[in-house]
């Protein structure tokens, strides 16, 4: 049998620091509406700068990464599963709201991670 260098958590967390380039057509805030039993992902729009970071499109301001930002979605998505969710997303919005790949294998781990917590009963805290 091989054997993983750290834990497969180790392994996630460090994953998880990694550069990653953002998608110039917006990012996702993803949560679980547990009365309606959903996975909802809504959609806010940005701008790249010249420094990579993403920028609002109405204020031209950075939008920061941390704390709570008022800004108005520029659509939600919502499913009961991952799989129905990525359909909404990826097959059934065109044109697509998702321009990178890296992004998109994200949002579907991220939405798998949203349906194990919503099956389970059990807090989603996006990563």
Known sequence: MVQLAGTLAEIDDKLSKRHI?????????IYLD???R???AKHFTNIIDDRGLAVDPDTGKPIPV???????????????TAKELCIAIFEQNQPCVVTLLDHAAYLGREFVR?????INGSEYVQD
């Open 34 to 36: 547990l009365e309606a």
């Open 66 to 80: 941390r704390g709570k930002v008022e800004r108005t979605a520029s659509k939600l998505f919502t499913g009961r």
């Open 38 to 40: 959903l996975i909802c």
């Open 114 to 118: 949203a349906e194990i917590a919503l």
């Open 21 to 29: 380039d953002l998608d110039p057509s917006g990012y996702f805030i």
